[in-house]
């Protein structure tokens, strides 16, 4: 990885952008969003595509929506050794390969960088009875199976944590009563039609609807307050001892050239340095989370056991 920082930190943008016009061979860089148009992997997929401008030209996004991004990487691994194509990817992918039995995983692709970071809130519509994490956690410990939560796909970063949040509680996971999406809009119609307790979608997904009054926070996932949402406090605050950070990133075709390889993780890493990318994780909320080469390779690695462990802990894998 630190060769791969040194050569874009050192390089001019001619030479980085002459390289992934070699690569390119002429051809438009197509980026893939593994899912419906608004949520984490859209946005960041239109937030590059503004980002790669002045790097790669015009970059075309496209989405292809269903089962946590496993529709859209099993279609994405047929591109073979083609570098114009890219994918949005993150745990949340991880999750849905497992919960899916998916027949591929990210092993059948390459691994570019890790982009972003971005944490959960645990939200209800605004004239919901439950005020605070205290209240929920009451409602959790009288009938679990009662409080019905709204989120993302299957095994997913959204189940994942409902399921954490149960066992903090001292309840049994496996008994979460967990209505997936294939969107967070699709999420949020099941939540505000009364078909759900509470919300678990990512904040820079809901935020506009805090903001609008639309639902309340409860909690969110991390360590510390955000500043996002200054007044809304963390799980740990209300007694539910859960910490949890979604990340995203992005992928290139499994049998693209060493040579093909390192020009693509040059573009992305000169593109997170851009002004457009800087902008971007501010406006959103989004933590910066730059991993590329070799390390980032390896976090994949890790990050699959992982989850395959929690899921099986949970209750909710393959």
């Known amino acids: ?13 001619e030479r980085t952008g002459s390289a992934t016009h070699d690569v390119l061979a002429g051809g438009q860089m197509r980026l893939m969003a593994p899912a419906a148009p608004g949520g984490g992997w859209d946005q960041t997929s239109r937030e590059m595509q503004a980002a790669l401008r002045d790097l790669t030209g015009r970059t075309e996004v496209y989405n292809v929506a269903g089962a946590g991004g496993t529709i859209g990487l099993s279609q994405f691994v047929r591109f073979g050794d083609d570098p114009t194509q890219l994918m949005t990817t993150g745990l949340i992918m991880l999750g849905a390969v497992e919960a899916n039995g998916s027949e591929h995983s990210l092993d059948d692709t390459t691994p570019l960088a890790r ?20 209240d929920l956690v009451a409602a959790m410990r009288a009938d679990l199976s009662a409080v019905s939560m709204a989120g993302g796909s299957a095994g997913g970063v959204e189940q994942i944590l409902a399921g954490l949040m149960a066992e903090a509680v001292g309840q049994d996971p ?6 997936a999406h294939s969107g967070g809009g699709e999420a949020l119609t099941t939540l505000l039609s009364g078909r ?10 809901i935020e506009p609807q805090i903001e609008a009054g639309t639902v309340r926070a409860l909690a969110v996932s991390s ?22 950070e979604n990340w995203r990133g992005v992928v290139a075709p499994a049998a693209i050239s060493d040579e093909e390889e390192r020009a693509l993780e040059d573009v992305v890493v000169a593109m997170a340095r851009t002004p457009a990318w800087q902008d971007a994780l501010a406006r959103r909320g989004w933590g910066d989370a730059l991993l590329a080469g070799p390390e980032f390779e390896e976090f994949v690695q890790s990050e699959q056991a992982r989850v395959s462990q929690v899921l099986t802990e949970l209750g909710v894998g393959s």
């Open 196 to 205: 759900a307790t509470i919300g678990i979608s990512g904040l820079s997904e």
């Open 223 to 244: 360590a510390q307050r955000l500043p996002a949402v200054p007044d809304v406090p963390t799980l740990g605050e209300g007694g539910v001892d859960v910490e949890l």
């Open 1 to 13: 990885m630190l060769a791969t920082l040194l050569v874009v930190s050192t390089a001019p943008s």
């Open 115 to 134: 982009l972003t970071t971005d944490y959960q809130a645990v939200v209800v519509p605004a004239e919901s009875p439950l005020r605070s994490t205290a």
């Open 174 to 179: 496996a008994q979460v009563s967990y209505v």
